[in-house]
């Protein structure tokens, strides 16, 4: 267990997401790095939004990688449906730890495309100093 103050970097919008406006069928994916950039945790929010119907669903997977990415998992550790409801965003909040390298997948499975993927992150590490 790491001794020290926590160090948080809030707000990060440099992951790339992929195509913002994937269409029915398009998976977009983010790749988090986290033992090249120190983070021992980084938190998640995705929020979503398409005009579409309560029928319509995107599937967010989240992936651990062995070797920075070269290679997924082709299980996920963690996955959430995400349902249209009244053309509102639909926000989600991931917790990722002791992952070396993740990657988290949006697959949408709806007749619509998305209107709007926004991600931010914020990544804990440790001042020892």
Request: aromatic share 10%; glycine share 6%.
């Amino acid at each position: 267990m790491a001794t020290g103050t926590a160090v948080w970097t809030e707000n990060q919008t440099d992951v790339n997401f992929g195509d913002l406006t994937p269409a029915d069928g398009v998976q977009t994916k983010a790749d988090f790095d986290l033992a090249a950039s120190g983070y021992d945790m980084i938190v998640v929010q995705v929020s979503i939004d398409w005009n579409a119907s309560a029928t319509d669903f995107a599937d967010l997977h989240l992936y651990s990688s062995p070797d920075s990415g070269g290679q997924d998992d082709t299980t996920p550790i963690w996955s959430q449906r995400i349902t249209a409801l009244d053309n509102d965003p639909e926000y989600i909040t991931v917790v990722i730890m002791n992952i070396p390298y993740a990657i988290l997948e949006l697959d949408n499975q709806s007749n619509q495309e998305i209107t709007a993927l926004d991600l931010i992150y914020a990544g804990r590490k440790w001042d020892i100093s």
